[in-house]
């Protein structure tokens, strides 16, 4: 294991297709490094564009699929829930007709802090609206290969669509439920520089100390649970990863008692491209992406429970502390 302190140089991403989406869904919903394969998508129908915001699906895994909504003109789509149907396209591309595979509903998730609209209705507006994505808790993919899907939405104005293409990959890129955790020496308060424990102590003193006080391995070791948030608050691209992070530090006040939590941040230096190794033994794939944020617990015994990516909530992971 290379020194807490080190970092290691971030191979160059794979170019990514941004297939025409907007800068603002760009920002608000998809995050950096998105590790699915540029995918050229159908056509847009209805004057809504749809992005696949799930950053590891693989086949056969049950997974939770989220995807986000906007209108063409750049406004949020939230609230409610929309349609949700699954087609298969091919092997390594689209090959012949869509094979439709399944078919569910997906509920809005916000961003937490964001505000959720009242109501069973769709709501279209700017951020300060309501902004998420629209989740399906389970889902299983029994194949490898290229999917599509087509939300359908209730808009105000009537029913409209949209369809976004995705990879399902043959076997997980990033550590999944039922894998034994990467006993990760991650940096904690003792370590030098701050901002490598975490970005935002540029500017001032590490916030949330309580989350950089153990590391993965000294929990594995001890045998205790450990919900782990991986984040770069001042660089993530998508700004999902400040308030992801803030949710961890909330849950920590409260189960505090029944795992370690820790963050992880991703950066060891941003402008030598720089990934701590922490970050790197979880999330970078051999192809040179990293996603970001991501949500992890580790069992006592060593072993993943549950992740989350990009759009974590508390009711999502409060559940699963409680279990503890």
Partial sequence: ????????????????????????????ITAAGCMQEPIPDRPRAGGLVASVASYDLAAGMPTRFIVGLLTEDNLFVSGGSVGLRFFFLGKTQAEGAPQLVDEATGEFLPLPGSPTPAGPELVVGPASHGRGVYAVQEMTFERAGIYEVEVAAQMPGGQQSARAAFQVHPEPLVPAPGETAPASENLT????????????????????????????????????PVLAVFSTPVYCESRFCGPVTDVVAELEADYGDRA??????????????????????????????LTEPWVFLIGENGRILARWDNVATRQEIEPWLKRL
């Fill in 1 to 28: 294991m290379p020194p807490r302190s080190s970092g290691i140089r971030r191979p160059p991403a794979v170019p990514r297709a941004l297939r025409h989406l907007s800068v603002a869904l760009l920002v608000g």
């Fill in 189 to 224: 308060v003792k370590d030098r520089p701050p901002e490598a424990v975490d970005s935002r102590a540029a500017t001032g003193p590490i916030p949330d100390p309580q989350l950089h006080r153990s590391t993965i391995a000294d929990a594995i070791d001890a045998g205790r």
């Fill in 260 to 289: 370690d939590f820790v963050h992880v941040e991703v950066w060891h230096d941003f402008a030598k491209n720089e990934v701590n190794q922490a970050a790197a033994d979880w999330l970078l794939t051999p192809g040179g992406d």
